[in-house]
C-alpha cells in the first residue's frame, strides 16, 4: 500500500496529455458484450477501475488483451451471467454488465454493491426500469438475479437523471423488442460516447446527450473499434492544480465543450483560459478569488470535481459556498481538508469555505478517487510536506497521476506507506 509525498509551493508548467475517461471506458467495455466478436477501445485510461472491469469480462468468459491504451476484448466465448461479490466490492460500476446481459442473453445474476463514502447510490432507478422491460428479478445470499424471457421496449421515466441508470436501460433496450424511451434521462458526454459506439455496432438511438432518448430494439450487433472520449473530469482536476499553485497548464485533447460551467466558475476565480485547437490551457498568477457552486447533473457542475474545487477556494480570497446536490454524503474529505488548516464549515449539502493565506501539510488519508486527487492538489500549495495514505482510490481513477504531476514541476513522490492500510 503506497502512500505519496506532496511538497508544496512549486508552480506547474508544461502539457500534459488527458487520458480516456474512466466514466465512459467502463460502460463501453461491458457494452462489447453485446456483440459476439473482437471489439477494439483505443484511449482507454490504464488504471485500477478498468483493469477490474477487465476481470469482470474474462469472468464472463470473453478474453480481454491491453496493448498500450488500446483494449481487445473477444466475446464470442462469454456465456456467462454472473459477476461475483469480490469483483462489484471493488467497483460498483460492475453493475452495469446488467443492461447488455439481459439483451444479449436474456439473464444476468450480479452482487449487490456494498456502501460508498460519498452516499448510498442505491440502484432502485435501474431495477425500476429494467422491470418496465419485462425482467423479473429475485433476490438471494446478496445475489440480485434478472430473467427476461421476453425483454420488451417501454417508457422509462427516471425519477433523477441517473448516469448509471440511464446507460444500464439504454444497453438492454439496444437489444429488446420494440422500442423504448427513456425521460428524465442523463446527459453526460460519457452517455453520448456510449451511445456512439452503439450506434456504430449497429443500433438505432436517437436524442442522445438529451432528456429524452428513444432506442428502437434490434438483434444484432457487430463488435467495432471505438476510441473513449477524453476524461472531462481529469482535464479540470489538472486544471485546478495549475491554478492552486499559480501555474500554467497546456491540457492536451481537453474537451472545452464539456467543461463549460467548470472552465466559467475558473474563470470567476481568476484564472485565464484560453481554449486551442488541440486543447485548453489553464494559468492563474494570482491568489484565486472566492466562488459559489453547486453540484448538478450535465450540464451542470461536476459533482466530481467539487473536492478539488473546493481544494482551491481553501485558500481563495473571500468565502464561498459549495453546494453538493448529486451525491448525500460528499463531504467526508472537509475534514481532511481541516486536518491542512482549511476552515470549512459543513450544514446539510452546504459547506461555508473562508479561504485562508496558507494550507499546512499534514498526514490526511485520500477518501475516495476524487477527494484524493483533491488531497493531492491541497498538498501542492501547503506548507511543507503532505502525506497521502490510501492512494489506491488514487490509482482507481488516474493513470499514473504522481508521475505526470512530477513531470510538471510538482515536488511528489511515492512511498512505500509505513502503515497498514485503512478503510
Ligand atoms: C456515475 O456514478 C459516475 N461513476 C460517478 O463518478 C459520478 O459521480 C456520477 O455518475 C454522477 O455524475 C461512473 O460512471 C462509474 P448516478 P453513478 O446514478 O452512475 C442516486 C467517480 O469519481 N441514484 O448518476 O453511480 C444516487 O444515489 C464516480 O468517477 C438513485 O437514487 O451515479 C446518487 O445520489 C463517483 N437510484 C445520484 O442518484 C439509482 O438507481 C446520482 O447517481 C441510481 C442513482
Not at 466514466?23 to 467495455?29: P, R, Y
Not at 477494439?40 to 474474462?58: G, K, W, Y
Not at 426500469?129 to 429475485?138: I, L, P, Y
Amino acid at each position: 500500500m503506497d502512500r505519496l509525498l506532496v511538497g508544496g509551493g512549486r508552480r506547474l508548467q508544461g502539457a500534459v496529455r488527458i487520458m480516456g475517461a474512466k466514466n465512459s471506458a467502463l460502460k463501453l467495455m461491458a457494452a462489447s458484450l453485446l456483440a459476439e466478436g473482437r471489439t477494439e477501445i483505443e484511449n482507454v485510461p490504464r488504471i485500477v477501475d478498468c483493469f477490474t472491469m477487465a476481470e469482470v469480462l474474462q469472468h464472463l468468459g470473453a478474453e480481454v488483451a491491453w496493448d498500450d491504451s488500446t483494449l481487445t476484448i473477444d466475446t464470442a466465448g462469454a456465456r456467462g451471467i454472473e459477476t461475483p461479490y469480490e469483483l462489484v466490492r471493488k467497483m460498483r460500476a460492475s453493475i452495469v454488465v446488467l443492461g447488455p446481459l439481459l439483451a444479449r442473453f436474456g439473464r444476468a445474476k450480479v452482487a449487490m454493491p456494498g456502501g460508498c463514502n460519498i452516499g448510498s447510490r442505491k440502484i432502485d432507478l435501474h431495477l425500476k426500469g429494467f422491470e418496465r422491460m419485462g425482467v423479473r428479478f429475485s433476490y438471494e445470499h446478496g445475489y440480485l438475479e434478472g430473467v427476461a424471457p421476453n425483454l420488451h421496449g417501454a417508457f422509462v421515466s427516471l425519477d433523477f437523471p441517473s448516469v448509471g441508470a440511464t446507460e444500464n436501460v439504454l444497453m438492454a433496450a439496444v437489444g429488446a423488442s420494440g422500442t423504448t424511451v427513456i425521460e428524465n434521462a442523463a446527459r453526460e458526454p460519457e452517455i453520448q460516447d456510449l451511445a456512439q459506439m452503439l450506434v456504430e455496432m449497429g443500433a438505432k438511438i436517437e436524442g442522445a446527450g438529451t432528456t429524452s432518448i428513444e432506442i428502437e430494439g434490434t438483434s444484432s450487433f457487430q463488435a467495432v473499434c471505438h476510441r473513449v472520449v477524453p476524461d472531462r473530469i481529469e482535464a479540470g482536476t489538472f486544471a485546478i492544480a495549475a491554478c492552486i499553485t499559480g501555474g500554467e497548464l497546456f491540457l492536451e485533447d481537453a474537451r472545452a465543450d464539456h467543461l463549460d460551467l467548470v472552465l466559467d466558475k475558473l474563470g470567476e476565480a481568476g484564472a485565464v483560459i484560453r481554449v486551442e485547437e488541440r486543447g485548453l490551457s489553464v494559468a492563474m498568477a494570482e491568489r484565486p478569488l472566492s466562488v459559489d457552486l453547486v453540484t448538478l447533473p450535465y450540464p451542470g457542475f461536476p459533482t466530481d470535481l467539487q473536492p478539488q474545487m473546493m481544494a482551491l477556494m481553501a485558500i481563495a480570497r473571500g468565502t464561498s459556498i459549495i453546494t453538493e446536490n448529486v451525491f448525500e454524503s460528499r463531504f467526508m474529505f472537509v475534514d481532511e481538508l481541516n486536518r491542512m488548516g482549511a476552515d470549512i464549515r459543513t450544514e446539510g449539502h452546504h459547506a461555508v469555505i473562508r479561504g485562508v493565506d496558507q494550507l499546512s501539510a499534514a498526514p490526511v488519508r485520500a477518501l475516495d478517487i476524487r477527494a484524493g486527487a483533491a488531497m493531492v492538489i491541497a498538498g501542492l500549495a501547503a506548507d511543507g510536506v503532505t502525506e497521502i495514505s490510501n492512494i489506491y482510490h488514487v490509482d482507481r481513477g488516474y493513470e499514473g497521476f504522481d508521475g505526470r504531476l512530477a513531470a510538471l514541476g510538482a515536488d511528489i513522490r511515492r512511498e512505500p506507506s509505513l502503515w497498514p492500510a485503512l478503510a
